[in-house]
């Protein structure tokens, strides 16, 4: 979802969200699928038949079959996908492809370094605005600790969180600033007690709860640099569009799947990421920062002035 909104947003024109349920069908592979309505629901289905957009962007598995469906319906219709569509390629006009990922070589085919975000620069200012006061006691500089978690891709053990919150406060330490930390709802409760527990450094720690406020895009805003585990693709991209110094926490005695590592290695040899390590020093910003969002809308403006 936010990697669409990101490049709606980017693009400047006025659109709509358009949020699509599903049936049992839609666990069906794309290629059986292909341009057929019949893994979504019946509301969706009217939903889809009564728009007319002039431009669609999807980025999921299981909005494939919708975009291709508009396409065929309406062959003026700019049709664009994020990531990789796995069946239908020529039926998009644009599809953004990360480069890691080795994507196929045809006109449509866009290749990109992160997925895109919706926390662009108007975002970030209101976060600021919002969560400066709580941070302000906290001294620079202000290190973000993104906790993410367990998943399919991804696998920390409980001393891979303590060797996190140690890391991250040796830095902090050294660097004689602060700490904020958050977790999120794949982190769980053995991680997060193994990560509080371990942090030296002056810090303010927020646990993720379902209905409490979050400051996620408020450290966003209002760090210097940002440490992310590397279970996450997009929470690392996120990072990235800061323009901030980035360094990703890869677990120890976890595990990452080998397209994570490709990804990290990419964000590594363009620039955008350090590893954290012990003794690393603060490391510079980014020479630029990361903003495939932008450029996605950029190439969609060139085929839709």
Known sequence: RTQSVGVAQALGHPFAEILLSMNRLSGLPNRLLGRHLWGYSAETKQVLATGQPRIAIAAGRRLVPALRWLKKRDPSLLAVYIMDPQAGYAEFD????LAHDNPPQAPNIFPITAAPS???????AAAKVEWEPQFAHLPRPRIAVL???NSRSATFTPEDFH?????SSEMAEREQGSLLVTTSPRTGTTLTNYLRLSLSAEHAFFAWEKDAPNPYHGFLACVDALIVTG???????EACGTGKP???????????????????????QSGQIHFLSANLPLPPAPATPLDDAARIAAAIRNLHP
């Not at 919706?118 to 970030?124: R, S, T, Y």
């Not at 060797?163 to 890391?167: M, T």
């Open 118 to 124: 919706a926390a662009n620069a108007e975002k970030l």
């Open 246 to 268: 980035v360094m990703i926490y890869a677990p120890r005695q976890g595990s990452l799947a080998p397209k994570l590592l490709q990804f990290h290695h990419h964000l590594e």
């Open 231 to 237: 279970d996450s693709m997009s929470m690392a991209a």
């Open 147 to 149: 906790a993410g978690g």
């Open 94 to 97: 644009l599809i953004a492809f």
């Open 163 to 167: 060797d996190l919150g140690r890391l």
